[in-house]
């Protein structure tokens, strides 16, 4: 294989290659020398290179030597001999040779052979193991590779193959193009320490050393390493070289590290690994040029084209050049880079250096900014310090060409990044089309890469896609096949820069050195005065293209410049400037510039006495008339966004996670932190003490709240608040039943992580991060953060701890003109604002000051090191100054006007104007100065120039610094003290809100604002001493947010506004504003808000400082509360017109202020991106995050909050100093808080108001919460003997059977749910005639209730979940998920005519409760006490509760009721609902029912109860027996419905019988006291009385013990009832019905009346919601009563109902037609035999029981107007019938379940004797014939 390419010869190292060629030959046991000609041309030429090395190479697709574009020609393979092996992997002698197969061999390694691991196409997931002479092989850097190859089989040990093409036939490698040795052997294969054999690193065929991170040279040179100094996997050689090759590999570059085992090549690991020799290069190497190039000066050889598989694209390139990646980047991470690494880093040859001139500021008056861009760049040295590099372009460079994986798909033929060409000429074009005061930016030049980047991009795409399907090898896309050639760069940058002067293209140096040496001295020559930028684009001898950018034009030099320093350097750089007397210089250039310019010799001719405009002194008795106080609540807006938080924090407690218990928390408590602002920290305190929250949490020690009290709970972010967070965490431990509310306000100020705090960030930096992120905040599981700001973007990250879902944003109050909320005021924001600058009606209110910026740009070059906020500062000083002094001489006004600007004398002569209108008010102008000395430095130098002129008394001049509080003057001083009606003496104002209606100069220094609140006066904000330093959106939106303010949406003031402004047309969905997605939570309010109730104020609001209402002429003494103005000409003098008061602060109360920004801030803001949105909006949202990608979207116009939200969430991700960065959980970036919310809004639009207002409604609901309704209803037909005691004693504590026996039985229904339902006769019981009768369909909602407080043996529903019955429930995290099984148990009934099967839900760890067949474990029965047992930590009686449609809101939790007592419940549910209960209570038994029961009522469910309870019994009865324990069984279950909540008690006085107030007791104490009544078996049904509130009084007297109905709660004993069932049919009235029977059949039924039983109302399920419709169509309709019913075989439209419950409702609407005769009609009742049916309210009805020695009411003398057979028995014959005797028309009415047995039951009874039929009496229920309609027949008596 010899060389085929030509190329020159290089004369100068002709003597060097071949004095090294004959040396490596002498020391070679090689018998193949290596050719000087190789090494002439495979040895590169050393130029200096990027740190990761990566260089720019033709693709290696096309290594034919051809430089034609057409396709390559397929490969035909020798065919293999006959009989040999063809198997992918094993060679042609059939041995494996795949790497998982030998890895663990001793493979035979001769030496001087290497092991590498080889590629086949046809075996992608596999390495071929060969050995390949190393001589064949580069080295690590890619060199000193021999052309030709040798190498063996390591499989069937053949050797001596000459030929790769030879080679890769025998290992079947089956190659479809030419077989290259760099193509398919690609990695070194080395021994770990268990002897396996395991993939190394790469093979460096290419000489890309991206796997190499050069470490630069010591120097004091201006040098950047932002990634660090660490140690990297591998670095290059020094000057030193092996003397021999056998050594090379294994101890230059395979060393192992010493945290990695040690690793060798092949079989034959040396021992030990002498250190190298340290011996010089060869000539060649020692000549100052630094290894890693890799492509020669001649022409390039076709083995060593195309860049490395390895490089930071994985991508690889048709016939273009790669782009190099970014000096300083780390490198990039190779496959070996994890187990090898160098143990010493010899020193690498030093790189190019640039000596920067001496004096280049003091020359060129500039500091010139170089931009680092593509290739290497030189070391800087000399006077560096007037030079400032920076990287920022080679960061967006590098973000450019990083694709997304969602490119990978189209593959790396047909999407590439952009070349360094097109970059480098994208950059030109983006400088060239600047204007000369306009300072590039970052961000756009970003946009310009990415655009043109999708441009091609798409059209790429579409191409790829049209010829995917075509041919196997498309033709190149015309994108692609003519990129932009390095040669092609330059002259279309100098065609591009032609267009003007500003730009310079210089491509004629070799390197970037030469090219900045030359640089340098023009400009010390001053030839590039004109010159902004210099782009320097070279080729190096590598052919690849390396390029910078200087910036040289002042203006953009300065900018530059200044954005690179940190705040604390800025501060420093300033203070120095300050303090050596560098602005000396500039004052006395001031005082040159004429005598009318001369500031100081104009105040030394101007004295007060001599100011032609007199300032009256203004007293603080002055009054205005205009000037009103409004007292007012809060606002509509704050109480929806204070919902919307309630409705979040209820999301989040009844989320499955169960992560928030609101229902174990009684009260709330809290704590606000703020940033550490004085003037923040009294503002919240304020707010906090005027709005009634303290005394609605019950957090106010007394009725005297002061202001220290409120100060507890207000924290300042500083070191003090370390001890109040500690005692947050420890009073959430000590009070689990608290929730605590943790609102951190202001919640953007500080997100530096708390390790870069300690580390050394700024004072107080990290702290947040260390008190709110902490593990005992994170783990308490009732605290509660609440995170609170206007600009929430830097929380927004990939990374951040909250939840998109617990995200608040503040909605729009309108909505196309509509006012949401009823608030009569618009926002007026930042949309606003630049509303106002296109609006064309009148002068915008966002504007800059062009001749301040002529004056502020001449000074910057005249004075060019002074920072520019110094000038600005001195400037702005200075007009301030001469703007005064004009106003005040009057006469010079026009002389002095020019030495200022015309904005700067409209504030003055504003300022000082509106004394002339008003003599007491005026307005505020805000001075923005970030720097603390600066704004020092102007606040005593404009006080000294007022006092001077005599305007002491006409405004004041406060310096606004966050860390101290406020000062003002004496004399405005007792102003506001006369304006606020405060008599003491030591008051001051603490915010900046009370400063309302006083004329001042409000100097607001800091860089950050924190929260601070101005007052609605606020008429100018100047912001002109702001620089553009740091352009992020939260930096600009905060400036801009001063000027926020509520104007009033009244009519006349809109069109005031509108007549300057015309901006109230406000999108409510941009970004400015805040979208409403969510439904707000209605919270049912029981609490009035209080009249003092006031919270966080409007933008210019000023915050509430005294008492509501309080009396005229009271003191106000320091610490009671003192009023707080809201001023509103409106509601204070609505018959004056705004334009026509005299008073200048109320003219302008609902103008919103003026703001003057610097030239550049403007254009940034003003500008609209291709989105529709500011430029601003895209910029980065915070110093402390970092764009994902650069191929990101933009913003859009029609996002809303929540869109946004997401937007930053997937685009940005948090820098290593965020606190959020360490927020990463395990393979998951969403590691969200599950307690912690974040409400967002616009500033100042009244956040702080809204989340007071939620700690007052989140307390009242836990109260409620803490609250049930209570059905509160009185007993009804009571009548005023049936309390009267004359049975047992007073104090008798158990029933006595005997009396019980000797009581008459009640048949009156007493329970006022029944109130709609027919009357029981009796002989004893008269009817309220005068009562109202209620209808069915309305008694839930009339029924009278009661809020009761739950007590600690309450039962409780799903959403309970303590620390104490989390077992009990199933539901806590440490148990082990509950495993149920399900049983089967059969039974028969007579009535139900076949077995019925029944299905039991146990779980495992209630399986002790039921016995099981040993051998099969087949359930046999429910485990039953005896009646002797007794065990005071247990309930013997089985509770049932039947429920349907509650499986949330049933009180299945009996816990707490039964007071931990061991007890057995089961629930009894539907089959349909099996799995929902299962789901909700996975720790109960449940008792599923029948599928034919699905349909069924509370009958059905009552009587399979009961049934099944009997038969168990007679099961335990015969287990028992078998065990030798007798039948005494214990017969009773607990029938309770499932809104039993609580249970109370009576306690009786012993000496006067009297019963007292009635308390709490828990269910265990009532079971247990009725199952320890004596005689307890001989009852048959026992129960307690229905709570009300008026039975529950003390001092009534009751019989203790009564014989009645019983509802909702019963004891009944199954064995006793055992001939007694339950109607199964019944939907309505079953109970009633059942113990009708019950006393018929003589047994005992006994009310325990000193027990009640609350019912809790829940409207949600429960048996008694039936649905009425068709079945034609599933919506429900209105079906009338009548329609219940049809006459048979008739066309009827059929419904959708059981004809059970038709009938129930028919008799119970339609019974008054039905039964004429009795309705109204007392004393001739209804005969109902066996059973009980409501009839309706006007009907009463004489249950009679047919069954023999029946107990029976007397109805001897009674005349019966009906009589109603149901269902009839067989005891039911006509003598039966004829005993009872009935009205001449009285009616008959026969119901039968079918039509046969209807007619039969005619017949056997003898009916149709006494009565009279018709055809058309017959009737059935409106049901189809296969839902078994009910037939009844109706006749007349005769």
């Known amino acids: 294989m010899g060389n085929s390419y030509a190329g020159q010869l290089r004369t100068t190292r002709f003597e060097e290659v071949l004095h090294s060629s004959i040396e490596a030959s002498l020391r070679s046991n090689s018998v193949v020398p290596r050719p000087v000609f190789s090494q002439l041309y495979l040895e590169p030429e050393h130029r200096t290179h990027s740190r990761d090395g990566h260089m720019e190479n033709e693709e290696e697709d096309d290594e034919d030597g051809s430089e034609s574009s057409s396709p390559p020609i397929p490969y035909q393979m020798k065919p293999p001999p006959e009989g040999s092996c063809i198997a992918d992997g094993f060679c042609q002698a059939g041995k494996d040779l795949r790497l998982s197969s030998v890895a663990a061999e001793n493979l035979d390694v001769p030496a001087g052979f290497l092991l590498v691991g080889a590629k086949s196409p046809s075996l992608p997931e596999h390495v071929l193991v060969c050995a390949v002479d190393r001589r064949f092989l580069p080295d690590e850097r890619g060199h000193n590779a021999l052309l030709g190859f040798l190498g063996n089989c390591v499989g069937c040990g053949e050797k001596g193959f000459r030929y790769f093409t030879e080679f890769s036939n025998h290992i079947n490698l089956k190659l479809s193009t030419q077989p290259k040795k760099q193509k398919h052997l690609k990695y070194r294969l080395l021994r770990n320490a268990q002897g396996l054999l395991v993939q190394g690193p790469a093979i460096c065929w290419k000489g890309i050393e991206s796997r190499v991170k050069q470490i630069p040279p010591v120097s004091s040179g201006l040098e950047e390493n932002p990634h660090g100094s660490g140690s990297s996997d591998f670095t290059l050689h020094s000057s030193a070289h092996s003397h021999t090759a056998s050594y090379t590999d294994l101890n230059s570059h395979l060393q ?69 990646t970014m000096n300083g980047s780390k490198s990039v991470d190779s496959s070996s880079s994890g187990c090898v690494s160098q143990e010493s880093s010899p020193q690498v040859p030093p790189r190019e250096s640039v000596t920067v001139p001496e004096n280049l500021l003091q020359t060129c008056g500039l500091q010139p900014v170089i931009f680092k861009g593509h290739g290497v760049f030189p070391h800087l040295c000399g006077n560096t310090t007037d030079v400032h590099v920076s990287e920022s372009l080679q960061v967006c460079y590098r973000s450019s060409q990083t694709l997304p994986r969602v490119y990978e798909q189209f593959g790396a033929a047909s999407v590439q990044p952009l070349s360094t060409e097109m970059q480098i000429l994208l950059t030109v074009y983006y400088l060239v089309q600047l204007g000369p005061d306009q300072v590039p930016l970052i961000d756009d030049l970003e946009q310009i890469l990415i655009r043109s980047w999708r441009e091609s991009h798409l059209t790429e795409i579409r191409q790829f896609q049209q010829n995917q399907n075509q041919t196997q090898f498309p033709p190149p896309l015309p994108g692609l096949a003519h990129p932009l050639s390095p040669s092609q760069l330059p002259w279309l940058a100098k065609l591009a820069a032609s267009s003007g002067d500003s730009l310079l293209v210089l491509d004629t140096f070799v390197s970037i050195a030469p090219a900045l040496d030359h640089t340098f001295l023009s400009l010390m020559e001053g030839r590039l005065s004109h010159t902004h930028y210099i782009v320097i684009i070279c080729m190096n001898r590598n052919q690849e293209t390396e390029s910078c950018v200087m910036v040289t034009g002042k203006h953009q030099s300065r900018a530059f410049a200044e954005s690179m320093l940190s705040r604390s350097e800025c501060v420093g750089k300033i203070s120095q400037e300050l303090s050596s007397g560098l602005t000396a210089e500039l004052e006395a250039y001031f005082s040159s510039l004429g005598p009318d310019g001369n500031v100081e010799a104009l105040l030394e001719k101007l004295s007060p006495e001599n100011s032609s405009n007199s300032t009256p002194e203004l007293s603080g008795e002055s009054t205005c008339s205009e000037f009103r106080v409004q007292w007012h609540e809060v606002r509509p807006v704050q109480l929806a966004v204070a919902r919307k938080l309630l409705s979040h924090v209820c999301a989040i407690a009844d989320s499955s996670t169960h992560n928030l218990d609101l229902g174990s928390f009684d009260r709330v408590d809290f704590l606000i932190c703020v940033p550490p602002s004085e003037v923040t920290f009294r503002q919240v305190v304020l707010h906090l003490w005027n709005s009634g929250v303290l005394q609605e949490l019950g957090l106010d020690q007394d009725s005297a709240l002061c202001l220290k009290d409120a100060e507890q709970f207000v924290v300042k972010l500083d070191q003090a608040a370390v001890s109040k967070i500690n005692d947050l965490i420890q009073k959430s431990k000590l009070n689990p039943y608290t929730l605590f509310i943790l609102v951190h306000d202001h919640a953007h100020w500080d997100i530096s992580s708390g390790q870069y705090g300690r580390v050394g960030g700024e004072l107080n930096s990290g702290l947040v991060d260390s008190l709110l992120n902490c593990r005992q905040i994170q783990e308490a599981n009732n605290i509660l953060i609440l995170h609170v700001t206007s600009f929430p973007f830097a929380l927004q990250t ?375 949105l500011p430029k601003s909006t895209s910029f980065l949202p915070h110093v402390s995050v970092e764009w994902v990608s650069s191929f990101r979207p933009l913003l859009s116009k029609i996002m809303t909050c929540t869109e946004q939200s997401l937007y930053y969430r997937q685009w940005t991700m948090p820098r290593a100093h965020h606190m959020d960065s360490s927020n990463r959980a395990d393979g998951r970036t969403d590691n969200f808080h599950p307690r912690r919310l974040l409400l967002s809004g616009p500033p100042q639009v009244g956040k702080t108001g809204a989340y007071l207002q939620f700690l007052g409604i989140l307390s009242r609901m836990l109260i409620r919460l803490m609250e049930v309704d209570i059905y509160d209803e009185e007993d009804i037909n009571c009548s005023s003997q049936s309390d009267a005691v004359g049975y047992h004693q007073a104090m008798a504590s158990w029933p006595s059977a005997d009396i019980l026996r000797g009581m008459p039985f009640d048949f009156t229904i007493h329970n006022p749910k029944y109130k709609d339902i027919s009357p029981i006769y009796s002989p004893e019981f008269t009817p309220n005639v005068e009562k109202s009768f209620w209808r069915q369909e309305d008694i839930y909602r009339r029924r009278r209730t009661a809020r009761i407080k739950l007590s600690k043996y309450a039962a409780y529903n799903t959403y309970h979940h303590c620390e104490q019955c989390h077992q009990y429930m199933g539901f806590n995290p440490r148990y082990q998920l509950y495993e149920s099984s399900l049983h089967a148990f059969t039974f028969s009934h007579l009535l139900l005519g076949e ?405 039969q039951t005619v017949v056997r009874l003898e009916l149709e004797d006494e009565w009279r039929f018709r055809l058309s009496d017959e009737f059935q229920t409106a049901n189809a014939k296969e839902d078994q309609p009910i037939f009844f027949l109706t006749g007349k008596h005769i």
């Open 256 to 324: 192992a590290s010493e945290t990695s085992p040690p690793i060798a090549n092949g079989s034959h690991a040396p021992e030990s690994q002498p250190a190298l020799p340290q011996t010089g290069f060869p000539a060649a190497h020692a000549t100052g040029r630094t290894p890693g190039s890799m492509v020669s000066s001649g022409p390039p050889k076709k083995r060593h084209r195309g860049w490395s598989p390895e490089s930071s694209t994985t991508t690889e390139t048709a016939n273009r050049p790669a782009c190099s």
């Open 1395 to 1799: 077995d019925i099967q029944l299905y039991f839900i146990i779980p495992k760890s209630k399986e002790h409760h039921f016995s099981f067949n040993q051998s099969g474990g087949q359930l046999e029965s429910m485990r039953l006490p005896l009646t002797s047992d007794w065990n005071p930590d247990c309930i013997k009686s089985p509770i049932f509760t039947p429920t349907t449609g509650r499986h949330e809101h049933g009180l299945f939790n009996l816990y707490h009721a039964m007071d931990g007592a061991a007890h057995l419940h089961i629930l009894v549910i539907k089959e349909y609902e099996m799995a929902v209960y299962k789901k909700y209570w996975p720790n109960h038994i449940m008792l599923v029912l029948p599928t034919i029961f699905n349909g069924a009522g509370i009958g059905a469910a009552h009587f399979l109860i009961k049934e099944l309870s009997y038969h168990n019994l007679e099961l335990e009865r015969s287990r028992r027996v078998e065990l030798g324990n007798g039948q005494d069984v214990w017969p009773f279950i607990v029938l309770a419905d499932d809104s039993c909540v609580m249970w109370n008690r009576a306690d009786i006085d012993p000496n006067s019988g009297v019963a007292g107030a009635e308390r709490n007791v828990s269910l265990k104490q009532v079971l247990q006291h009725m199952e320890s009544s004596p005689n307890v078996s001989e009852y048959g049904v026992c129960g307690v009385r229905k709570w009300s509130s008026g039975d529950s009084r003390a001092g009534c007297c009751r019989e203790p013990f009564s014989r009645g109905h019983l509802h909702d709660f019963i004891l009944l004993n199954v064995d006793l009832t055992k001939e007694v069932q339950y109607n199964q049919n019944r939907f309505t009235c079953d109970d009633v019905d059942f113990n009708l029977r019950v006393q018929s059949a003589g047994l005992l039924m006994c009310r325990f009346n000193n027990f009640s039983v609350m019912k809790k109302q829940i409207a949600i399920g429960g048996y008694r919601t039936f649905i009425i419709k068709t079945k034609m169509t599933d919506v429900t309709t209105t079906v009338q009563p009548s329609q219940y019913i049809c006459a048979p075989d008739s066309k009827h439209v059929f419904l959708a109902t059981p004809a059970q419950l038709l009938l129930e409702k028919y008799l119970q609407q339609m019974s008054q037609q039905l039964f004429p005769l009795s309705a109204g009609n007392y004393t001739h009742p209804v005969l109902s035999v066996d059973c009980y049916l409501n009839l309706g309210p006007e009907v009463t009805v004489c249950f009679v029981s047919s069954r023999p020695h029946s107990v029976n009411v007397s109805s001897v003398g009674l005349l019966f107007g009906g009589l109603l057979l149901y269902f009839c028995e067989s005891y039911v014959t006509p003598g039966f019938l004829k005993k009872f005797h009935f009205l001449k028309g009285a009616t008959l009415c026969v119901i039968c379940p079918n039509r046969n047995a209807l007619r």
């Open 798 to 1172: 990939q990374y951040t701890r909250i939840s998109p879902y617990n995200e608040i944003h503040w909605p729009s109050l309108f909505n196309n003109d509509v006012d949401l909320y009823n608030e009569k005021m618009k926002y007026f924001g930042m949309s606003e604002l630049l509303e106002s600058t296109c609006s064309g009606n009148g002068v915008p209110l966002l504007r800059f000051d062009s001749s301040f910026e002529s004056i502020v740009t001449a000074l910057e070059e005249r004075f060019p090191k002074l920072h520019s906020v110094v000038i600005r500062t001195l400037v702005l000083l200075r007009h301030y100054s001469i703007a005064l002094l004009a106003a005040a001489r009057g006469g010079g006004q026009v002389q002095l006007q020019k030495h200022t600007s015309v904005e700067t004398m409209e504030m003055v002569q504003s300022l000082l104007g509106s004394a002339q209108r008003c003599p007491t008010h005026g307005h505020m102008i805000l001075l923005r100065i970030p720097i603390p000395s600066l704004a020092s430095l102007a606040h005593q130098r404009l006080r000294r120039i007022r006092n001077q002129l005599g305007l002491h008394h006409c405004f004041d001049i406060v310096l606004a610094d966050p860390a101290s509080g406020i000062t003002v003057g004496t004399h405005f001083l007792k102003q506001l003290r006369a304006w606020l009606n405060i008599q003491d003496p030591d008051w001051t104002p603490q915010t900046y809100l009370e400063l309302e209606a006083l004329p001042c100069i409000l100097i607001f220094t800091g860089f950050d604002p924190m929260g601070e609140s101005l007052p609605r006066s606020l008429k100018y904000c100047d912001h002109r001493v702001l620089s553009c330093c740091a352009l992020q959106r939260t930096v600009l939106e905060q400036e801009l947010g001063f000027a926020a303010y509520l104007v009033s949406a009244e009519p006349q003031n809109l069109r005031q506004v509108q007549t300057s402004t015309d901006l109230f047309e406000s999108d409510p969905d941009k970004l400015s504003s805040t979208d409403n997605e969510d439904d707000e939570l209605a919270v049912e309010m029981t609490h009035t808000i209080p009249d003092h109730s006031q919270t966080e104020s409007s933008p210019r609001k000023p915050d509430p400082t005294l008492p509501p209402h309080p009396p005229p002429g009271r003191d106000t003494p320091q610490g009671q509360r003192h009023s707080s103005l809201s001023p509103s000409p409106i509601s204070s003098s609505p018959q004056v017109s705004p334009l026509r008061r005299t008073c200048s602060w109320a003219r302008d109360l609902a103008r919103p202020p003026a703001v003057l920004l610097p030239k550049s801030l403007y254009d940034i803001i003003t500008t609209v991106d291709s989105s529709g």
